[in-house]
């Protein structure tokens, strides 16, 4: 006797069902994972070498074609909390996929713009999609683990971005110099069909995990509006104080409107039944601590690899493909120690692989400080081995304790606003190195601009580049040995404290 299937199940459900099914379900999850969040990884960082060709397609000055790379990251920035929130309410698969549909459409948009305000609109587009895929990318891996893999869980994932970022210069190049800069958007287009394909068979679905039979609440929609502006508002002021200065009146404009926002976020949060993020999380020591520290990393660490291509380059005179392959190691460095911590903490806490990554990145940063204007190559590589480690022992077990603070139906959310953090304290990092060298330059008696470094090629300009480079590495340096001083004084979470 035939028995027939039930309705909506296909032929392929046999397979899927074993997949699901299987006892190595997690590595299932895991590669599909990695599919996609290493090819948005390699995407973004493919698209800015692809930056110098677009502002020659479209005759576009620096400023102006910065807004490619700024669009995305002030987009993906804004939405990161709401698609976080959504994911817990809705269930993270459908978030997951529909951040790839986004995605993919926006490539394809981008690759084919005629014009350059269209560019523009693909890549807002786009980070509007990738807030969907990276809110949700470490909370899937993080929850399919069991709680005693969950650093190891972890880690794997900051080996995903680590590939991803090694690989995304090397591939963008190839593509921009074989086949022009629209090759890397299409790109995108066939990795995010893999990559949905790949979710979709591999994923569960349903209600979201502790939410059975409840139905989805209420979402935040004034808290979404609330956090999403006041971020623009930070971050258009932080990218831009550098070059306007940070007491011109657009500047403290734009500070003082993102922190009356932040307080009605706050004042709204405290009120409204089912909030966009729970402030009682913070009454955990763990959560708060380790949030705090893990900003104070990527405010000291954000400036590697934003000035040491110009010092490579500009400062030293290496030709780009050359500066690139210096700087592989600090990501190798990174992919290789973070499932290393993360294994680590499941045996000896969390605490103490966070302290030592700190301890390195701030050997590293030190070394970077004592750079001069005919230093080799090994004192550079030498430093961002060390950087990029730390920050790969550091992120995968601080991150665990974050997690492991929060009960798993919250992980999404908190995903979501750890990448804001990292997010926002980046750029703040990128603005405050910046503004060090261009008023270090600026005392000197030299125009207070990196664009001077290209268009001056006098040994003095770039002696106090350097100079003002080395200041700034101080700097990191001591934001890397505070969040050391965090990490100690963080203690351990005894698994999820908080109720749903």
Do not use: C
């Not at 999609?129 to 709680?147: E, T």
């Not at 601009?449 to 001591?478: T, W, Y």
């Amino acid at each position: 006797m035939r028995v027939s299937r039930p309705l909506g199940i296909s032929a392929a459900a046999g397979p899927v069902r074993r997949i699901v099914e299987s006892p190595h379900y997690k590595w299932w999850v895991y590669f599909a994972i990695a599919i996609g969040m290493a090819g948005t990884v390699m995407d973004q960082s493919g698209v800015n070498i692809a930056i110098p060709r677009i502002a020659d397609h479209f005759v576009a000055d620096i400023p102006t074609v910065q807004w490619v790379a700024l669009g995305y990251v002030l987009s993906t920035s804004a939405m990161l909390l709401p698609a976080g929130r959504l994911s817990d309410m809705i269930g993270r698969k459908r978030v997951y996929l529909g951040g790839f549909v986004i995605f993919m459409a926006a490539a394809a948009l981008g690759g084919s713009s005629q014009n350059f305000p269209v560019l523009i609109l693909a890549k807002v587009v786009q980070g509007i999609g990738a807030a969907g895929i990276q809110s949700n990318g470490m909370a899937v891996i993080a929850d399919v683990f069991p709680d005693r893999e969950r650093g190891k869980a972890l880690g794997l994932y900051m080996a995903i971005i680590g590939t991803g970022s090694i690989s995304g210069p090397i591939v963008g190049g190839l593509l921009v110099s074989g086949l022009g800069w629209r090759s890397v958007f299409f790109a995108g287009v066939p990795v995010s069909i893999v990559a949905m394909v790949a979710a979709w068979a591999v994923l569960k679905g349903g209600r979201p995990e502790g939410r059975a039979g409840s139905g989805p609440r209420s979402f935040d929609w004034a808290g979404a509006s609330l956090s999403s502006a006041a971020l623009i508002s930070f971050l258009l002021g932080m990218t831009n104080a550098y070059r306007m200065g940070w007491t011109s009146p657009p500047i403290l404009a734009s500070f003082v409107i993102a922190f009356a926002l932040l307080a009605g976020f706050l004042w709204w949060e405290n009120r409204t039944a089912d909030p966009m993020l729970d402030l009682t999380f913070f009454n955990s020591k763990v959560f708060s601590v380790g949030v705090a520290a893990r900003s104070l990393s990527f405010l000291g660490s954000s400036a590697v690899f934003f000035l040491l291509p110009f010092y490579l380059i500009e400062g030293l005179g290496y030709p780009a493909s050359s500066a690139g392959l210096i700087l592989v190691p600090g990501a190798l460095g990174m992919a290789i120690t973070g499932p290393l911590s993360g294994r680590l903490s499941d045996k000896v806490g969390t605490r103490w692989p966070a302290v030592l990554g700190m301890a390195m990145s701030a050997a590293g940063m030190i070394i970077f400080s004592r750079l001069t204007i005919d230093s080799p190559a090994y004192h550079v590589i030498v430093g961002t081995i060390l950087t990029g480690s730390g920050m790969g022992t550091f992120s995968s077990a601080n991150t665990s304790a974050v997690l492991s603070s929060m009960t798993r139906e919250k992980y999404g959310i908190v995903s979501a606003f750890v990448n804001v953090v990292r997010t926002s304290s980046n750029v703040t990092g990128v603005a405050l190195a910046t503004t060090i060298v261009t008023f270090t330059m600026g005392s000197l008696g030299f125009e207070p601009s990196l664009a001077a470094l290209a268009d001056d090629g006098h040994e003095g300009v770039r002696g106090a580049f350097i100079s003002g480079m080395n200041r700034a590495f101080l700097v990191g340096a001591g934001f890397a040995v505070a969040a050391l001083a965090l990490s100690v004084l963080r203690g351990e979470s005894q698994g999820a404290r908080l109720s749903g």
